[in-house]
């Protein structure tokens, strides 16, 4: 079955302030889960794939959930129909900025996440020539440059987690994309800095908004040692440090070009000032994270697939042998339709009354489009939960039936980076490496703070790959 994109165009979904039609219902009455939010945030953590079934399973394709603390509801929409409405809600509406509070602790709050309206499409549009054209030639360039050479090293003949391995050549990638062809001096460390950080992400205190905390509260918990939150703090300090160093060195050596950094040195606000290094640090800090553990994300599952599907592979590298990408593109898509890094797209604050599939939710309510139910609902997809690369064969991926970039005004910047990126790491990994698996069954899922990883961080054993032609001539 094909994807299909949205019905035919329908009207504005916002309804200003005017009285709700008789046929609406407020979002209050949608159905839920009675449990404690902390239950609730555990069982999430934990397994946040069963949790959203079970939801949708139990209460249907609209309800609400609360898995944060303090505890409020946010209401989880799962259809096409009510996915587009949410996308295509005037600025004004929708707000996003809020929806980042669990990332803070990594990008502050002046970046390109925390803006709203027209101070979020000024800033993007300035930002957008460093992720698309020349830069977007020169990334792909570094790209297939860096794949070669971090994949040789990775370990052979053994069992690793390859999610850190894939997680350090994402961070290669964005030095390329924040700072162009000359990264800074200190690269090296500030490369291990960053992911030492983000480990902290694999802990269960990495959702915590620390800056909602009372400074005492934050104090107690950096004592328990076990929550990893004075280590990460610690590691903080030392990388914000770095970037700082980064960005004098960028600017004392007149280094200007269409990298993210040059960008935001030349950039300004309305009133001609020039954004400060804190408003500079912010937005690296939000594309060291948010631009590698996505795409790291995606590529972990891809391997866990492809490890587990033989006719997956010798297919990729017929392909790869004859000098077509077809059907690796396909694999990509499929990866990303069951496994979006993720799943559940950036909550949208609800700024005026807005009516979506005869749901009315007014100012202040939160809403969550689902990109995991919506990626996997079976009158969209046949066989939903399998891994079937062929259905994207000739077909391109519904706007609102396919979000693992999320859609509207604030899709992710570096769509087409991350696809590069998958297509290059899984090439080059099949050209290299046969991928061996004991457990026949794909891992489950687990929450690494706003992205889904395979619980074993997709463990297996790469072995040399000796071609057929060589075995045959042996």
């Known amino acids: 079955m094909n994807t299909p994109e949205a019905g035919p165009a329908a009207r504005c979904p916002v309804d200003h302030g005017a009285a709700a039609p008789a046929a609406t219902i407020p979002a209050t009455a949608l159905p839920g889960s009675k449990k404690h939010a902390v239950v609730q945030l555990y069982n999430y953590w934990t397994n946040p794939q069963a949790f959203v079934e079970d939801c949708r399973k139990e209460y249907g394709p609209r309800f609400q959930v609360s898995i944060r603390l303090p505890p409020r509801p946010v209401y989880v929409l799962t259809t096409p129909d009510d996915v587009k409405a949410m996308f295509t809600a005037p600025a004004d509406v929708l707000h996003t900025g809020n929806g980042s509070a669990t990332i803070e602790k990594y990008t502050g709050q002046s970046g390109l996440a925390w803006l709203d309206e027209d101070e979020h499409k000024v800033r993007r549009k300035a930002m957008m020539p460093s992720y698309h054209g020349g830069a977007l030639e020169r990334i792909a360039e570094a790209i297939t440059e860096t794949v070669r050479t971090d994949v040789a090293d ?22 390329e994309v924040v700072y162009g062809p000359e990264g800074p001096s200190r690269w090296k460390e500030l490369h291990r800095l960053l992911l030492e950080m983000m480990e902290f992400n694999n802990g269960p205190a990495s959702p915590m908004l620390l800056h909602k905390m009372p400074p005492r509260m934050v104090r107690v918990l950096r004592a328990i040692r076990p929550l990893g939150l004075e280590r990460f703090l610690k590691l903080r300090e030392r990388v914000d440090r770095l970037v700082y160093e980064t960005i004098d060195e960028h600017r004392d050596a007149g280094r200007r070009g269409d990298d993210l950094l040059s960008r935001l040195l030349e950039m300004t606000h309305p009133d001609g000032r020039a954004l400060s290094d804190s408003e500079i640090r912010d937005e690296l800090s939000t594309i060291f994270l948010a631009g590698t553990e996505t795409t790291a994300a995606a590529i972990a599952w891809a391997f866990v697939y492809l490890a587990r599907d033989r006719a997956a592979v010798a297919r990729i590298r017929e392909e790869m042998a004859a000098g077509e990408d077809t059907y690796l593109t396909a694999v990509v898509h499929e990866v990303l339709r069951l496994r979006p890094s993720i799943p559940n797209i950036i909550v949208r604050e609800v700024k005026k009354p807005i009516e979506i599939g005869g749901v ?27 891994f079937r690369p062929e259905r994207f064969i000739g077909v391109k991926p519904g706007t609102y039936s396919w979000i693992p970039f999320g859609g509207g005004r604030i899709r992710c910047l570096g769509d087409r980076i991350a696809l590069l990126e998958m297509k290059a790491v899984i090439g080059e990994v099949l050209r290299q490496c046969d991928l061996h698996v004991s457990d026949p069954e794909p891992e489950r899922a687990r929450s690494r703070i706003v992205v889904n990883v395979p619980a074993d961080f997709a463990r297996m054993e790469l072995r040399p790959r000796v071609p057929a032609a060589q075995t045959a001539g042996a």
């Open 154 to 175: 990775w370990p052979r003949g053994t069992s690793v987690q390859l999610h850190s391995h894939i997680h350090s050549f994402t961070m290669n990638v964005i030095r």
């Open 360 to 386: 009315r939710y007014e100012p202040g309510q939160h809403l969550w489009a689902s990109a995991f139910l919506l990626n996997r609902d079976p009158d969209l997809y046949e066989d939903p939960d399998a």
